[in-house]
T-cell receptor, first 113, second 113 residues
């Protein structure tokens, strides 16, 4: 069975600092994909970054990077140089070989000015 | 360009009534997902359709919930004999075999009174 765990219900970060949001996963699939989505207070779901299980390098997209540690089954999101607009809920997700996509419970990030 | 469209955007219903929620995926997307999100919570997986394959219904919380996808396109999520605990935002997403991410609709906010 697939499972995604986000253990940080809420996080605070000072503007312009970096922050790491934790995500661990469990799957028996040899091939899978890991995602991070952002959900602002408006409710829309915004795709941020993707990491494939066979990708050798950690994914990066602008200020977002995914710290993928396969042996530890972790896929933490790092946001560099936080901005006020980064305040939102962040979800880690996993898609297994069947295509089923599941999400974690989310982490609420608040960026302080 | 057309994204994922969900209707209605808001629905208020009386306890015990049946409701139908509609999702129009992006044209050509073979995968379609339904999720339920209670206030401030994570995305609870409900059901996943992939092409002509049998859907993965493992997340449906009870037999009051059902979903169908006609012609590999539009999907309808039906909740029979609604209960107050069914109140939530219901999100639909679709993806293609070539794209990495799933694209989300704006959701249907269901309130059972």
């Amino acid at each position: 069975a697939q499972k995604i765990t986000q253990t940080q219900p809420g996080m605070f970060v000072q503007e312009k600092e970096a922050v790491t949001l934790d995500c661990t996963y469990d799957t028996s699939d040899p091939s899978y994909g890991l995602f991070w989505y952002k959900q602002p207070s408006s409710g829309e779901m915004i795709f941020l970054i993707y990491q494939g299980s066979y990708d050798q390098q950690n994914a990066t997209e602008g200020r977002y990077s995914l710290n993928f540690q396969k042996a530890r089954k972790s896929a933490n999101l790092v946001i560099s140089a936080s901005q006020l607009g980064d305040s939102a809920m962040y979800f880690c997700a996993m898609r297994g070989s069947t295509g089923k996509l599941i999400f974690g419970q989310g982490t609420t990030l608040q960026v302080k000015p | 360009g057309a994204g994922v469209s969900q209707s209605p955007s808001n629905k208020v219903t009386e306890k015990g009534k049946d409701v139908e929620l509609r999702c129009d995926p992006i044209s050509g997307h073979t995968a379609l997902y339904w999720y339920r999100q209670s206030l401030g919570q994570g995305l609870e997986f409900l059901i996943y359709f992939q092409g002509n394959s049998a859907p993965d219904k493992s997340g449906l919380p009870s037999d009051r919930f059902s979903a169908e996808r006609t012609g590999g396109s539009v999907s309808t999520l039906t909740i029979q004999r609604t209960q107050q605990e069914d109140s939530a935002v219901y999100l639909c997403a679709s993806s293609s075999r070539t794209a990495v991410e799933a694209f989300f609709g704006q959701g249907t906010r269901l309130t059972v009174v």
